[in-house]
């Protein structure tokens, strides 16, 4: 790579760089503000809120890619055009290919990188997240109790607990439970702690009393110093993760199992997701080439691009929200899966297309007049 291409790669690497890590900061921002759910509601630790948030960011990374691509590449290009680098870079006889090169190597190299997030980080990181929230939904701990409210996990179970520390015990429980044959039971205790006892989970209740009322009115009162209270019926020994379209790899996306029965109803959504996964790389390289429209596809002015800019931003947009219909499409229309690549591919034709209009103007010789011509002779 010569001298020229290596400074016009870096003076795009940087901005590149610069605004993916502001645009990914204000997407993980959004993340973690619906995440905090985990802390306020099921009082998960500040760990499990950072490796849900972080696990999220492949995604949020290939949403932002493209838009980062395009400012950047509109703030250097910019300011490169305007301070008469690349005005130069023609008048020194270097074509337009040979200009447009270092930033079309680099929107290709993205579009690698987010296409290898896409097929093997992306669906990594989901299933591990999907696992996380699975379990964190399985915390008896968080599902039975919620500190100062009467909460019902199952019919005919009513559970209190006046405060719940960072560890899950429970201070001053108390529990209402009417059983299958009609008798009423309640329990009190002054901590309670949810634990496993032969692979089962318990309740272990301590320094409390019971009192049951039978169907014939009979009391039973009992004070324990400890009290096991099975919590099997709470839990569903039959769940299995379910993963998503988004969780899923490549191959599971287009050669889905149909003898299970949601794949098979589902068969078009995982089909639109596998061909969204291998064309929105695209969209970085159709990003940059339409910057590069907007400030090589026209002449040269020194009051800058400000209406062009504009105009090719609104095209951007407007590109990247028919992308997102198409593919909303795809999941009704199984042949509608071929616009999604076509529209990142037209895009980026017709940006080239501007860049390469307008012929590069190289500067003229002067003349010689023919009576100094004769003087000389």
């Given at each position: 790579m010569r001298l020229i291409d290596r400074y016009l790669l870096r003076q795009?690497?940087?901005?590149?760089?610069?605004?993916?890590?502001?645009l990914t900061g204000v997407a993980l921002l959004s993340q973690s503000l619906s995440a905090l759910e985990l802390i306020v509601n099921q009082r998960q630790s500040a760990g499990v809120f950072l490796k849900v948030t972080l696990l999220a960011m492949p995604q949020l990374i290939d949403m932002v890619l493209p838009i980062a691509v395009f400012v950047a590449a509109l703030v250097a290009l910019n300011r490169l055009h305007v301070e008469q680098e690349i005005v130069v870079?023609?008048?020194?006889?270097m074509s337009r290919s040979r200009v447009i090169a270092p930033a079309m190597r680099l929107a290709c190299t993205i579009a690698f990188v987010a296409l290898v997030m896409n097929l093997f980080v992306q669906p990594a990181a989901y299933r591990e997240m999907r696992q996380e929230l699975f379990r964190v939904r399985a915390d008896l701990a968080s599902t039975l109790v919620r500190e100062g409210e009467f909460r019902e996990p199952v019919p005919g179970l009513t559970v209190y607990a006046q405060s719940v520390d960072g560890a899950g015990n429970l201070r001053n429980l108390f529990i209402y439970q009417t059983k299958d044959d009609g008798?009423?039971?309640?329990?009190?205790?002054?901590?309670?702690?949810?634990a496993r006892q032969?692979?089962?989970?318990?309740?272990?209740?301590?320094?409390?009393?019971?009192?049951?009322?039978?169907?014939?009115?009979?009391?039973?009162?009992?004070?324990?110093?400890?009290?096991?209270?099975?919590?099997?019926?709470?839990?569903?020994?039959?769940?299995?993760?379910?993963?998503?379209?988004?969780?899923?790899?490549?191959h599971?996306?287009?050669?889905?199992?149909?003898?299970?029965?949601?794949?098979?109803?589902?068969?078009?959504?995982?089909?639109?997701?596998?061909?969204?996964?291998?064309?929105?790389?695209?969209?970085?390289?159709?990003?940059?080439?339409?910057?590069?429209?907007?400030?090589?596809?026209?002449?040269?002015?020194?009051?800058?691009?400000?209406?062009?800019?504009?105009?090719?931003?609104?095209?951007?947009?407007?590109?990247?929200?028919?992308?997102?219909?198409?593919?909303?499409?795809?999941?009704?229309?199984?042949?509608?899966?071929?616009?999604?690549?076509?529209?990142?591919?037209a895009a980026t034709a017709v940006a080239l297309r501007a860049v390469f209009r307008q012929p590069v103007s190289?500067?003229?010789?002067?003349?010689?007049r023919p009576g100094r011509l004769a003087m000389t002779t």
């Open positions: 795009l690497l940087g901005p590149v760089a610069l605004a993916t890590a502001a870079c023609f008048a020194g006889g008798s009423v039971a309640t329990y009190t205790a002054d901590e309670g702690h949810v032969l692979g089962r989970p318990v309740l272990i209740m301590r320094k409390g009393s019971n009192q049951e009322f039978s169907r014939e009115g009979v009391l039973n009162f009992l004070t324990f110093d400890e009290y096991v209270f099975d919590l099997a019926e709470l839990t569903d020994s039959g769940a299995l993760i379910h993963y998503k379209p988004a969780d899923r790899y490549l599971e996306l287009f050669f889905p199992d149909l003898q299970q029965d949601w794949e098979r109803r589902n068969r078009l959504d995982l089909l639109a997701e596998g061909h969204a996964r291998l064309s929105t790389p695209l969209y970085n390289i159709a990003f940059m080439a339409m910057a590069l429209a907007a400030i090589i596809g026209g002449g040269f002015s020194r009051l800058g691009y400000g209406d062009r800019i504009a105009f090719m931003g609104a095209a951007a947009a407007m590109v990247r929200i028919v992308g997102f219909i198409v593919q909303a499409a795809c999941e009704e229309t199984a042949w509608l899966n071929v616009l999604q690549y076509a529209v990142p591919l190289k500067p003229s010789r002067p003349r010689r």
